[in-house]
């Protein structure tokens, strides 16, 4: 898979997680990698590897875009627009490989796909602040 795929597949998986917790959470996760097949082991487990990343910084990420958001707290976001955050406020601060503008764009790519029309100038916005 390319890093852009492995990135979708990281937001679709990290996206369940806002809609269920404990053994429900594991079982989607079974689920997710059951219908991802298992083509290359090592993408898996990057995929896997970064999904744990994400969730054990889900506290400071969300501090982090909490400060910068006038007028919106991570609990009003919508969900699509918080997890593609999420996920590339991630990359910009806790993977050193991954350049911030990269990061930025990648989400913001991600959010004409699967958001809302006003989803890419929102995940913008949110992620050109924490620059």
């Given amino acids: 898979m390319s890093r852009r795929e492995i990135r979708e597949q990281i937001f679709k998986l990290l996206f369940r997680a806002e809609f269920y917790e404990g053994e429900e959470l594991e079982e989607q996760c079974r689920l997710f990698f059951e219908e991802l097949g298992q083509e290359d082991a090592k993408d898996t487990e990057y995929i896997q590897s970064k999904y744990e990343d994400v969730l054990s910084h889900i506290t400071e990420i969300d501090a982090m875009v909490n400060e910068v958001a006038q007028g919106w707290k991570t609990s ?38 699967y958001g809302t029309d006003d989803s890419s100038s929102f995940v913008n916005g949110i992620l050109a602040k924490l620059v």
């Fill in 76 to 113: 009003r976001m919508g969900k699509v627009d918080l997890t593609l955050i999420r996920l590339a406020v991630y990359e910009m601060k806790f993977e050193e490989d991954v350049p911030q503008g990269v990061a930025i764009n990648e989400a913001v790519e991600l959010a004409k796909s």
